[in-house]
């Protein structure tokens, strides 16, 4: 993390849900983070394709900053996404599958990198919120798969144990989790509406899903982390007609992290 960055950070860490959440035909809910928050914290990518959480973890202890580097630079990361469990949900004849018990330990050691006072890379101003994967449309995927010569390789059945998983981990660690497959599962079975609406090819959501997802981000930093709501966090510069009013328009223009004034959030 650069001394020189002159905005606070937020991370989405997480699969191809994660990756392709900034792609402008999805509207996906990185892309509307990064909006709803622009000019006040800098939201960064950090999706992997494919990835479980077995490769996942090794991975996070690279992009995290020490407990050094947290005393060298100004900017911070006030938020972080954990979004796994899609690849490591795959059936067991898959090579992404993580089994149940690992996939909860390898969760739980993501957040022990970051909330725990003997890890390196401890960082108490970092807030968490784990996402669960969401349903499966076996309909959709089914398709997917033999168009690639494969069985189907997941079922809506074992994405929903991953997801339960993932709310249980929230539970022992005191973490939020924005459940997006019971919003999702609620939703087609309270309207009768089908999973197709909201996933783009029965695994990975399309707009629909996506926006639900963004809401729920959104709702959950409301009800747990407040301060950090787009809402209660300032632009890092001033609005151009405050700059009207004030007598040093030079001083005015200096990004407060580049001064090394720490945001406090």
């Not at 996939?103 to 725990?116: C, P, Q, R």
């Not at 994967?133 to 144990?161: D, F, H, M, S, Y």
Request: hydrophobic share 35%; proline share 8%.
């Amino acid at each position: 993390m650069s001394s020189t960055h002159p905005y606070n950070q937020i991370i989405l860490f997480g699969d191809s849900i994660t990756q392709f959440s900034f792609d402008p035909e999805l509207c996906g809910f990185g892309a509307l983070l990064a909006n709803i928050y622009v000019r006040k914290l800098d939201v960064l990518n950090r999706g992997f394709s494919g990835y479980n959480t077995d490769w996942a973890l090794p991975i996070l202890k690279q992009l995290l900053p020490s407990i050094k580097e947290q005393k060298e630079t100004a900017n911070s990361i006030p938020l972080m996404t954990i979004f796994f469990g899609a690849n490591d949900g795959a059936l067991p004849f898959s090579p992404q599958h993580v089994p149940l018990d690992r996939f909860k330990s390898n969760t739980k050691a993501m957040i022990d990198l970051v909330k725990n006072p003997e890890s390196p890379l401890y960082n108490p101003k970092m807030r968490l919120i784990l996402i669960t994967p969401p349903p499966i449309n076996e309909v959709q995927w089914r398709k997917q798969c033999e168009n690639n010569g494969e069985k189907l390789n997941r079922t809506n059945e074992a994405a929903r144990a991953y997801a339960e998983c993932i709310k249980e981990v929230g539970r022992e660690t005191g973490t939020p989790v924005a459940d997006i497959w019971s919003k999702i599962m609620d939703k087609i079975g309270r309207d009768d509406r089908d999973l197709s609406e909201f996933l783009l090819d029965g695994l990975h959501l399309n707009a629909n899903g996506y926006k639900e997802l963004y809401n729920l981000l959104l709702s959950t930093i409301t009800e747990r982390y407040p301060e950090i709501h787009p809402d209660a966090v300032g632009y890092e510069l001033p609005y151009w007609r405050d700059l009207l009013a004030v007598d040093n328009t030079l001083e005015a223009l200096q990004f407060p992290l580049l001064a090394n004034k720490p945001t406090e959030i």
